[in-house]
């Protein structure tokens, strides 16, 4: 079992930033996939940003260009930069570590609430 421990979400106003990271309780390997998900109310949850070894980084159409994921894989820990935020962006928001090949495997965070209103 994977824990993800994710950190950095809060109120902020539109035009502002944030930065969440999410924490592995192990070593990012190449076979893993991390990215970030997001939930607001009655919506389904939406891929936000993912980043792997093999495939890059790959970013959702309404967030191109004001977020940005990283990883440091020596802190087993991945981030998302959210610049020039919107109220749209206000949801729940989770980290995902899966598997890119066999064994397979799937664990999520407990999310993050990220608020963003004047």
């Known amino acids: 079992q994977v824990q993800l421990v994710e950190s950095g979400g809060g109120l902020v106003q539109p035009g502002g930033s944030l930065r969440l990271s999410c924490a592995a309780s192990?070593?990012?390997?190449?076979?893993?996939?991390m990215g970030w998900y997001r939930q607001a109310p009655g919506k389904q949850r939406e891929l936000v940003a993912s980043?792997?070894?093999?495939?890059?980084?790959n970013y959702a159409d309404s967030v191109q260009r004001r977020f940005t994921i990283s990883r440091d894989n020596a802190k087993n820990t991945v981030y998302l930069q959210m610049n020039s935020l919107k109220p749209e962006d206000t949801a729940v928001y989770y980290c995902?570590?899966?598997?890119?090949?066999?064994?397979?495997?799937?664990?999520w965070g407990q999310g993050t609430q990220v608020t963003v209103s004047s």
């Open positions: 192990r070593s990012i390997s190449s076979m893993d996939a």
């Open positions: 995902n570590l899966r598997a890119l090949s066999p064994p397979w495997y799937n664990y």
């Open positions: 980043i792997s070894t093999y495939a890059g980084t």
